[in-house]
């Protein structure tokens, strides 16, 4: 890569030599000129600044074998293998730089990488967790944005409709992991075809962009940026690829059980069996014992609910949105079990009645399917701690970025922050996932999540103490 770009003499060429080369001086002069240049991406490997500061580190193709089981027995397994990688200093130093001026934390290249995900897979654990970092506050700063653009006038309802169809370039939904969707998550999952969410740091030129998402959601992001381009020269046009990513299309649309799964009419898992060891410890942590006051919201199979009635609850209410899910909770005799309420309808409309009318819970677990970052946040922020008993727990199904580690990790702390301000404190429980690919769990389903993640966190909250 080094000689290639060698060859090569436009701006966007220099400052991905210069990280390359964590040559620190050069790229300052750059980025000062144009702070626009920490977010090119060459166009052959999609690499940004950040992915060729990082994959300097990583041993050359050419070396041979011998050379490189040496560099091992000196490094260690799993850490960065060539003379460049004792340079971790080097690139830490240098991605700290382009996130001051704007860098995109979770840009893909052409291998579908984030520069996260180079630099886990090469052992860089300093810099793995500057990205993290820089992805935690970039998202934590488009939260509030997307909160603070939402408030409007409050007096103009066409004004609050237009809002709710506008996007912010980076917040499209995605079919990658449909139940819960983070706002970076791009809409076909393609390598190149996302348009992320800017670093951290306000970049001199904010460069996302407010557009109106197309009708009937059937094209696909692209994103091209040439030598010269900058991040605002970027064309893209986010639209859906699935049409039943958002909450309102997905309630119209039909569902499948079929055995040990629950389809979308898009072949999309809205809940699999395999999840029962997560719905077990998540209702036995809310209810750990007989007479409590618990709510579940979103029936999907009925796991979560069926061990939720195991631990024998005072009262169980149980609020489901999607037609064919009631009526197969009609078919199923939940309406006559003792002590369990159905609420029909979207938690949306159903939990205000529910805090009208004074209801107090012990335990409430959150698993819906469609939904945003932001509906889960809605969530907690304004229905849990109007209906949560001082001394309860809340929880609920974690599988925020769980389609790569990093963003796993990201959403992991944002989620925490955002709890804690809204007053919950959260303890995590590690699960391992199992080998979901060896044990053919994917095979009929369109998107597969939990690829690469090993570890569920599953969260159990109280309020702070
Ligand atoms: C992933 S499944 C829940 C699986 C469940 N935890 C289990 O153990 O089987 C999600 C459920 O949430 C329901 N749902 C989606 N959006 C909803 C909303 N806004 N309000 C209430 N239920 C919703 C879906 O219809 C679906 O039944």
């Given at each position: ?5 060698l ?6 060429d ?15 002069t750059?980025?000062k000129k144009?702070?626009?240049?920490a ?35 000196v ?9 460049d990688?004792?340079d971790?200093?080097g690139?830490?130093a240098?991605?700290?730089l ?11 290249d052409?291998?579908?990488e ?6 886990l897979?090469?052992g860089?654990?300093k810099?793995?967790?500057?990205i993290?970092?820089?992805g935690?506050?970039?998202?934590l ?22 809002q ?8 499209e ?15 076909n999952?393609?390598?190149n075809?996302v ?7 306000p970049?001199?030129n ?10 009937g959601?059937t ?18 046009e986010?639209v ?9 299309d ?7 059980y ?9 072949k ?6 395999w ?16 007479g ?30 999607h037609?064919?899910?009631i009526?197969?909770l ?6 006559d079990?003792?002590?369990?309420t ?9 939990l205000?009645?529910l805090?009208?009318?004074?209801v ?7 698993d ?12 907690f922020?304004e229905y849990v ?18 389609d ?9 702390k944002?989620v925490?922050?955002?709890l ?6 959260v ?5 391992a996932?199992?080998d ?5 769990e994917?095979?009929?389903?369109r998107?597969p999540?939990?690829?690469?993640i ?12």
């Open positions: 890569m080094l000689l290639r770009l060859a090569m003499n436009t701006s966007s220099e400052v991905l030599l210069a990280a390359t080369n964590h040559d620190i001086e050069v790229l300052r750059l980025l144009d702070p626009t240049l977010k090119v991406q060459d166009a052959d490997t999609g690499f940004s600044p950040l992915h060729a500061a990082i994959a300097s580190c990583e041993a050359d193709e050419e070396e041979g074998e011998d050379e490189r089981a040496e560099e091992k027995a490094n260690g397994e799993g850490d960065a293998v060539n003379n990688a004792l971790e200093d690139a830490l240098t991605v700290k382009l996130f001051e001026n704007g860098a995109i934390w979770n840009e893909l052409t291998a579908d984030t520069p996260g995900c180079l630099a897979r090469l860089l654990n810099v793995y967790e500057t993290v970092d820089a935690v506050r970039a998202e700063l488009f939260g509030r944005l997307d909160q603070y653009d939402l408030l409007g006038d409050g007096d103009d309802e066409a004004e609050e409709e237009e709710d169809d506008d996007a912010i370039v980076g917040f939904p995605s079919p990658v992991e449909p139940r819960q969707k983070a706002p970076w998550q791009q809409p999952g393609t390598a075809g348009e992320a969410v800017e670093g951290f740091e970049a001199p904010p460069s996302y962009k407010i557009e109106d998402e197309a009708e959601g094209a696909q992001t692209s994103t091209t940026t040439t030598a010269e381009s900058t991040a605002e020269e970027k064309v893209t986010p859906l690829s699935n049409p039943n990513v958002n909450n309102a997905y309630l119209k649309s039909e569902l499948t079929s055995g040990d799964r629950l389809l979308d009419s898009d999309n898992a809205v809940m699999m069996d999840e029962t060891e997560i719905m077990k410890i998540s209702a036995d942590q809310l209810a750990p014992k007989p409590l006051r618990t709510m579940n919201v979103g029936h999907g199979m009925g796991i979560v609910d069926r061990m939720f009635l195991e631990n024998q609850p005072a009262m169980h209410h149980i609020c489901e949105a037609p064919a899910v009526q197969r009609k078919e199923t005799g939940w309406y079990k003792p002590n369990v159905v609420h029909e309808g979207r938690w949306q409309d159903v205000p009645k805090v009208e009318q004074g107090v819970l012990d335990g409430i677990y959150y819906t399917y469609a939904e945003d970052y932001k509906d889960l946040k809605e969530f922020t701690i109007a209906l949560l008993e001082p001394d309860g727990k809340f929880g609920f199904y974690n599988g925020l970025g769980a790569r580690q990093v963003c796993y990790d990201v959403y992991t944002v925490e922050v955002d804690f301000d809204a007053g919950l404190d303890e995590w429980t590690d699960i996932v199992p979901l690919k060896s044990r053919n994917w095979d009929g389903v998107y999540y939990w690829g690469s090993k570890t569920y966190r599953l969260p159990t909250c109280k309020f702070v103490g």
